[in-house]
């Protein structure tokens, strides 16, 4: 299998999940078969009362980003799922843009595991929140 490139799994992307793409506009920045860093943009939808960003925002950003990173394993397959998903929030998510840096911990036959960092753009170093996201992957 070859890996696919950045476009490919934004076109992709677009195709199965057009929601998801136009709400929250995420840009894959880095993509590899084991990483990734996908950008969420600061957008006034994704944020709460006092100006910080809402956590089932930063949710769907660990989970897609370990999406986006299980894609560049194994290709472009929509039967990928979602099987488990566990969150830490360390501390409120700045208003502003933010990066998931994603790496897979594994890829078997039957599941893939990401571990998740999420952090402002403007310094790798403040983490906002931690997950660890399994998916199931298609036989």
Avoid at 58 to 73: K, N
């Amino acid at each position: 299998m070859t890996q696919p490139t950045i476009d490919e799994v934004k076109a992709f992307l677009s195709k199965a999940f057009p929601e998801i793409v136009s709400m929250f506009g995420l840009q894959i920045e880095e993509l590899s078969a084991q990483h990734s860093r996908v950008r969420l943009p600061a957008k006034s939808a994704v944020l709460r009362a006092g100006g910080t960003v809402a956590g089932p925002t930063l949710m769907t950003l660990a989970d897609t980003a370990t999406y986006v990173t299980i894609l560049g394993a194994i290709g472009c397959n929509p039967a990928a799922f979602t099987t488990s998903l566990h969150i830490n929030f360390l501390r409120k998510a700045p208003p502003g843009d933010l990066y998931a840096h994603t790496r897979l911990l594994k890829v078997g036959r039957s599941l893939a595991v990401g571990e998740v960092r999420i952090t402002p753009a403007s310094d790798d170093a403040v983490v906002v929140a931690t997950a660890t996201v399994t998916y199931s992957l298609p036989n």
